[in-house]
């Protein structure tokens, strides 16, 4: 069974500084990787998709990477704003139709 | 519509009772999913649809959870004599591609509480 880890579980950082997320996972067959945000009491909302033969994409302040050799991904957040403060959850598509989750990284940004 | 919709957003049920949790997806997604999630956790795949016809139902926990699409839009969830380790938040989503790898949409999810 696919096994994701994501870390830190908690992350606390001044407005403005830029961030790593990491996530990774065990079984590199994969069909994608998405992150997601989830705002507390709410859904998920998808931030960023990346096929398996990609190796990055991109949104606004937003950048993920993925290397499946290694079975690892990272969300980088440039210019941290209070308004990202949320957990970050990413997912791995295997099976075709199963997507295993982490079990996230909680942002706080401080004004 | 615009996005997921879930019915209802709060259900608090005694143990024993009978619940049903609604999904409307989005418009033309062919895909359908339904995910539980613990607090602090990530969510945890249930079942999935593909138009009205349920592919894989492989992470239901036991026989008192049925799901159903019967016309490839609306689904619901049902759990029969809830207990209280079915408390949790119950997401769905919907996708548009129909191997269900495609970019997952959730909607606000079901919150269950079994006292």
């Known amino acids: 069974k696919q096994e994701v880890t994501q870390i830190p579980a908690a992350l606390s950082v001044p407005e403005g500084e830029n961030l790593v997320l990491n996530c990774s996972f065990t079984?590199?067959?994969?069909?994608?990787l998405q992150w997601f945000r989830q705002d507390p009491g709410k859904g998920l909302t998808s931030l960023l998709l990346i096929q398996s033969s990609q190796r990055e994409q991109t949104s606004g302040r937003l950048n993920a990477s993925l290397d499946k050799s290694s079975g690892r991904s990272t969300l980088y957040i440039a210019a941290s704003q209070p308004g990202d403060s949320a957990t970050y959850l990413c997912a791995v598509c295997a099976n075709f139709n199963k997507f295993y989750f982490g079990s996230g990284t909680k942002l706080n940004v401080k004004p | 519509g615009a996005g997921v919709s879930q019915s209802p957003r709060y259900k608090v049920a005694k143990r024993g009772q009978d619940v049903a949790l609604r999904c409307d997806p989005i418009s033309g997604h062919v895909s359908l999913f339904w995910y539980q999630q613990a607090l602090g956790q990530g969510p945890e795949f249930l079942t999935y649809?593909?138009?009205?016809?349920?592919?894989?139902k492989s992470g239901l926990p036991s026989d008192r959870f049925f799901a159903e699409r019967p016309e490839g839009s609306v689904s619901t969830l049902k759990i029969q004599r809830t207990q209280q380790e079915d408390s949790a938040v119950y997401l769905c989503?919907?996708?548009?591609?129909?191997?269900?790898?495609?970019?997952?949409?959730f909607g606000e999810g079901s919150r269950l509480t079994v006292l």
């Open positions: 649809f593909q138009n009205e016809a349920q592919l894989d």
């Open positions: 079984d590199s067959a994969i069909y994608n």
């Open positions: 989503a919907s996708s548009l591609e129909t191997l269900g790898t495609g970019e997952l949409f």
